[in-house]
């Protein structure tokens, strides 16, 4: 089985805080994971249409929602993989029908997330 390490795979990772997105990128770069990180749900599909193995997207992003970001994605990437990163599952639900799309709990717990992206990127 293939590692981050021995495997290139870039992430885009949009959440509204940013010290939350330097914590996370922080855990998936020690991963071996390239990550591209951002506040704002527009530079997140336009970064994830250049090139990208997966999206990280906050459900609470200051100008868009997670699905409308999702379904931008999906006008250049179809077949992307999205991971919806919220406190609670409901929240998620609107984007949970799309393909391609999964939930991950925000929490306390960063790692919680780098196994999330590592399942995700590896199941493929």
């Known amino acids: 089985m293939a590692t981050a390490a021995s495997q290139s795979f870039t992430v885009i990772l949009a959440d509204r805080n940013r010290h939350i997105r330097e914590l996370l990128s922080r855990e998936l770069i020690r991963e071996g994971f390239e990550v591209k990180g951002c506040g704002l749900g527009r530079l997140a599909a336009s970064l994830a249409a250049v090139r990208a193995d997966l999206l ?15 379904q931008l994605v999906r006008t250049t990437r179809p077949k992307l993989p999205v991971a919806v990163y919220a ?5 998620a639900a609107p984007c949970l029908k799309e393909p391609e799309v999964f939930f991950v709990h925000k929490g306390d717990d960063p790692e919680q997330l780098v196994r999330a992206v590592r399942g995700m990127l590896f199941r493929r």
Do not use: G, H, K
Not at 56 to 70: G, K, Q
Not at 87 to 91: P, S
């Open 56 to 70: 990280v997207v906050d459900t609470e992003l200051p100008d868009m929602d997670a699905l409308s970001v999702i």
């Open 87 to 91: 406190y609670e599952e409901e929240d």
